[in-house]
């Protein structure tokens, strides 16, 4: 469960701001996107593989 300390005189928006903040760290989002198809685990280690080798790239492009 997420709780949300709010200090005195703090708006709304602020607090829903935090609440956000807090749930995207959980991950549940993303973790109900990835179990929503199924994905091979040869297509996932390829796809890391991808990952790495692109910001490996742009690490090289930028020096």
């Known amino acids: ?5 709010l200090k ?13 903040r807090k749930f995207e760290k959980t991950g549940v989002i993303r973790e109900l996107r990835a179990r929503k198809t199924f994905e091979k685990p040869s297509v996932k280690r390829r796809d890391v593989v ?10 090289n492009v930028e020096e």
């Open 1 to 5: 469960m997420i709780i949300v300390q």
């Open 8 to 20: 005195e005189g703090e708006n709304i928006e602020r607090a829903l701001k935090k609440f956000k």
């Open 50 to 59: 991808k990952r790495a080798i692109y910001r490996q790239h742009m690490q």
